[in-house]
């Protein structure tokens, strides 16, 4: 499924990178890591593909004491680094093992796995904004981090907060060792099935990481027509308490840290005396749309009549080609599931890829 653009053009620099978005800007473009989380339509796309290539990364000074500060480029394999990252003793994104892309792509969603995600360890991105020739340092701070979102992200149906391109990125992780411990998260000890005080290596917790996404299709296996996805094509809906209590108790709901309010800033000079009560907001609610899924009458494997593209045998939440499948077809299967979820439930699922050229 997918066909290919107009241009492409291989940045394997940080130059080479500026040098052809420089070429790029006001026109259609799009930036191409591992591609693992895209879809592409079946018309070619009328613009220039630049795909990132430049990798490698190195601990660099600034962290603070217990810490190693790394700096990654762009283009960089995201588990290549993080089985590095474990081999050093270092502490922050083995539970992020076998998630396929780039180390450029992870805050573009804020992707995380198993109680880990990106914005527990991002320091900084080094950003290209659209239309500019030059790089900037950005805090992490600055990003919109949230869950499976930043401001970079291209939602589907809307365009980002800031459209930028990062050159590469700095993560603060903690110095652990390779010896065994305890597992402080407790999301990660119950998805890995370990008590409070079972001692495991971060190189047993890879392995165990793993061993779920092999089980569930998400580590990429040519032989297993399974793994052909966008990985997951839904994000887990966040909705109000309410809402969630509405659902079967079977269905699984995590509830999300409120988030902090902001301070309130007055000018003495014309301040009455008065502080306005904060504006009640209702506590969310993150629901597991693969079980939304399923419960709707759409099994493991499920697959409309003469498509090539159907639900993963192994997890719900993924849309697989079986082989020759379309875009369309993929986008067909993904109405479908969309429908059947709000009809059943009430609740729209939108789509975690990045879309180019697929309407859904």
């Not at 592409?40 to 962290?63: H, K, M, Q, S």
């Not at 479908?336 to 729209?348: L, N, P, S």
Request: aromatic fraction near 6%.
């Amino acid at each position: 499924m997918g066909v290919g653009a107009a241009r492409m053009v291989e940045a394997h620099t940080r130059d080479e990178l500026l040098a052809a978005l420089g070429d790029a800007w006001g026109e259609d473009w799009f930036v191409l890591g591992g591609g693992s989380n895209l879809l592409a339509g079946d018309e070619p796309f009328d613009g220039t593909v630049i795909r990132i290539l430049a990798t490698g990364y190195e601990a660099v000074p600034g962290a603070a004491d217990g810490y190693q500060r790394v700096a990654i480029e762009a283009g960089q394999n995201w588990d290549e680094f993080v089985a590095w990252t474990v081999a050093q003793g270092l502490q922050g994104v083995e539970a992020m093992s076998g998630i396929p892309g780039t180390a450029g792509a992870a805050p573009i969603q804020n992707v995380g796995a198993y109680g880990q995600e990106i914005v527990q360890t991002l320091v900084s991105v080094d950003l290209i904004d659209d239309g500019t020739d030059q790089i900037v340092t950005v805090p992490a701070g600055d990003l919109g981090l949230g869950p499976r979102t930043s401001d970079l992200k291209r939602h589907y149906g809307s365009v980002p907060e800031r459209s930028a391109v990062i050159a590469g990125i700095v993560l603060d992780l903690r110095v652990a060792g390779t010896d065994p411990r305890p597992v402080g998260d407790e999301r990660i000890r119950t998805a890995l099935r370990l008590d409070e005080t079972d001692a495991v290596t971060l190189a047993d917790v890879r392995e165990r990481v793993l061993q779920i996404r092999r089980s569930k299709g998400m580590v990429l296996d040519p032989a297993d027509a399974d793994t052909r996805s966008a990985g997951s094509f839904f994000n887990n809906p966040i909705v109000a308490d309410h809402v969630a209590r509405t659902l079967p108790d079977a269905c699984p709901a995590f509830p999300l840290e409120p988030a902090a309010e902001e301070a309130q800033v007055f000018d003495l000079a014309t301040w009455d005396g008065q502080v306005a009560s904060p504006a009640e907001t209702p506590d969310f609610v993150k629901v597991s749309a693969a079980w939304l899924i399923e419960n709707s009458g759409l099994p493991k494997g499920f697959a409309l009549p003469g498509s090539r593209a159907s639900l993963s045998t192994k997890h719900t939440l993924a849309l697989t080609n079986r082989g020759g499948a379309s875009a369309e077809e993929i986008a067909e299967l993904a109405r479908f599931v969309r429908t059947r979820v709000a009809a059943e439930y009430g609740i729209e699922l939108m789509p975690e890829p990045v879309f180019v050229g697929v309407e859904l």
